[in-house]
């Protein structure tokens, strides 16, 4: 089991940053694949980037790709989402997710991730 905690959203706006955190309990969570998911109201969730288990691979939505980046430090359970140059399109409440690392699954499959958080909400204002 794991349980996932996200952190560091709020309210900013366009052209701003925000840094996201993942704290995941547990002693293996450097056996897991991480990701960060989103979903604004009215919209289906959608994948915004992911890890695998040792930060090595990384996979990001066309959206954020350029202006996003995620981040791991296994050594504190923690992983993090980077988030500069904002636009209003982002704003959205953003989940962080887990999976037992799996090399043949792709990073990006929603499905694939066995443990969610509660969400932490973006707001970008224009």
């Known amino acids: 089991q794991v349980q996932l905690g996200e952190s560091g959203g709020g309210l900013v706006q366009a052209g701003g940053s925000l840094r996201l955190s993942c704290a995941a309990s547990?002693?293996?969570?450097?056996?897991?694949?991480m990701a960060w998911f989103r979903q604004a109201p009215g919209k289906e969730r959608e994948f915004v980037a992911s890890?695998?288990?040792?930060?090595?691979?990384?996979y990001y939505a066309d959206s954020v790709k350029g202006r996003f980046t995620i981040s791991r430090d296994n050594a504190k359970n923690t992983v993090y989402l980077q988030m500069n140059s904002l636009k209003p399109e982002d704003t959205a409440l953003y989940y962080c997710?887990?999976?037992?690392?799996?090399?043949?699954?792709?990073?990006?499959?929603?499905?694939?991730?066995?443990?969610w958080g509660q969400g932490t909400q973006v707001t970008v204002s224009s």
């Open positions: 997710a887990a999976r037992p690392r799996n090399p043949l699954m792709s990073l990006g499959r929603g499905s694939s991730y066995d443990y």
């Open positions: 547990g002693r293996t969570f450097s056996t897991y694949d």
């Open positions: 890890s695998n288990w040792n930060g090595v691979s990384t």
